[in-house]
């Protein structure tokens, strides 16, 4: 169960069809879950997610205790505070305002906090720029939050919904950001199936938490000194807990998809049973891809489209089998991590190709080597992505179908390991 | 309809481009389409040149990404016109619907449309018409009437119930401002004219 249905799926009757913004999507989940507080800064492109949900506070559409904090510093801290003591929390931020929760991102891990909070992905600064990038969610890959990726507003929905029950549940009590691009998704109407508010009630069901600051008879500590001693112990357990969150994600997507009908896993496998060349790719560009994959087809090329839901925890073994008796795999990154050695979806997308060759599970159409891999970064501070320039990613992966390698047909030289579409140069 | 419609709204900042995709869409998705809505976000001022986006499809839309071929282009300032980009990209059998009280021939000229006899030109007074209509020189409304009618997107009278009730929710505390804007729409639907 490792495929996603995009939203052609059959849909449960329990549901209406409306047309909303990403933001306006997620701050309906949001509603219907009510969480007991929210704590928010407000920031270009997550705006609208806090406006709407203040609004519902104000009309009583909700119980939750809405914070109103000076900083996003200060919203995460607001956040981790409330779920220690025992409260159902949700915060939201984009870009620079997930920069200023760093320190506070790792305590919220670090001390097993449910927290779920959306992420509209916006480039960096500087130079400033409010539009569409994953650097910002990139950079938190290492803070030990699960990430769910959404392709468009009925995925955030969605994957809002579902983030409560994978961070609440009591194998992995770790909190989970549910990543939506940017003005292409937040800003931009579009179609999708919501559910009855009891209906999500209903799925989130309440948090009960075991041990909470706030519990006299069971006193506990939350983030106390830990040398030494037991530091490490405690981060092989919260290890231990991302590694169980991939069951519980698959589990979650489960019961979600007897809800709705709409299936979600780690990510969904298009048109990739008899490709020779696949893109991977996160977010909204995943739909763009879908529609020149569907196109290409037209025209009798194999080709096909993976797109990542979740990349932490990192599906790598999953992945790899389905990409294993592909010839070439094009790794689409909206990030430039600045190592030189490849985006940060590429570097652990061929790693885990190289470990499936290691351990000889090479797929069993494959006796050859996995697949050619090459680095594509793109779209970086809302750089349009736009049907041609995926179709020519297609296009130097048939080059490198056809050659059996990824060197440049014109020098022969190897070429570049990291490649830019849409940049003048 | 064709399967898919993509139109690109020219306005300046303060003429509602955004709000008239956005209504639109909404519109579209109550008829039964699939929609996309989205303005194109920048430094926007008022009075400054600004884009807004649709997608509409009676099949599932995945593109995420500009229009760059539209095939209907709406201008919402005729001080707009200037600007070479306002007709670039327009598909054959495409429309540009400029709110202007030029013929539309005269419109053709200025947008340097005459070699392009299958792109189709049609002008409206949306400006005129909104101030009549709401006393003041908003035309997104006036507008959509327009590209209602040239393009047959939508089924009028559907069309304007769903109107009603999206303007009411919009102008909730200015209800005269909901029979002003769809007296606007109505009368632009009529008076557009096609060359």
Sequence with gaps: MTTTAVTTGTVN??????????????????????????????ITPQTDIVQYFSSFVADGRVDTEFVTVESEHSAMSATVGAVAAGARAMTATSANGLALMWEVLYIAAGSRLPIVMPVVNRALSAPLNIHCDHSDAMGARDSGWVQLWSENAQEAYDNVIQAVRVAEHPKVLLPVMVCLDGFII??????????????????????????????????????????????????????EAMSEARAVILQVAE??????????????????????????????????????????????????????????????????????????????????????????????????????????????????APPLTMNFIYGLGGRDLDPGDIESVFDRLATAVETGSTRTPDTGRVGPLIEYLGVRE | MATLTEIRWHGR????????????????????????????YGPERMGAPVFAYNRLSDEPIFLHCHISRPSVVAVLDPTLIKDPGVAAGLADGGVVVVNSTAEPETMRGRLRLDGQPEVRVATVDASGISMDCIGQAIPNTAMMGAVIRVTGLLEFDRFMEVARRLLGEKFRARPALVDGNLKAIRRAYGEVAVG
């Design chain 1, 13 to 42: 009757p329990n549901q209406r069809r409306v047309a909303l913004t990403g933001n306006e999507a997620v701050a309906l989940a949001m509603r219907q879950i009510n969480p007991d507080v929210v704590a928010a800064y407000p």
């Design chain 1, 186 to 239: 937040s800003h931009a109407l579009l179609n999708l199936h919501v559910l009855e508010d009891a209906a999500v009630r209903a799925f989130v069901g309440r948090y009960r938490p075991d041990h909470t600051l706030l519990d006299p008879e069971r006193p506990v500590t939350v983030g106390p000194l830990d040398l030494y001693d037991f530091y490490f112990e405690h981060k092989r357990q919260q290890a």
């Design chain 1, 255 to 368: 019961d979600y998809t007897r809800l709705s009908g709409r299936r979600y896993g780690f990510f969904e496998a298009h048109r990739l049973e008899d490709a020779d060349s696949a893109v991977v790719v996160l977010g909204s560009a995943a739909g763009t891809a879908r529609f020149v994959v569907d196109e290409l087809r037209r025209r009798g090329r194999k080709v096909g489209l993976l797109k990542l839901r979740v990349f932490r925890p990192f599906p790598g073994r999953e992945l790899a089998e389905t990409l294993a008796r592909l010839q070439t795999v094009a790794v689409l990154d909206r990030a430039e991590g600045f190592s030189t050695a490849g985006g940060p979806l590429f570097t652990e997308v061929r790693s885990a190709l190289y470990a499936l060759a290691e351990d000889g599970g090479r797929g069993p159409a494959s006796p050859g």
């Design chain 2, 13 to 40: 900042g303060g003429q509602g481009a955004k709000t008239a995709a956005l209504l639109l869409a909404e519109a579209a998705s109550e008829a039964g389409l699939h929609v996309q809505g989205f303005p194109e």
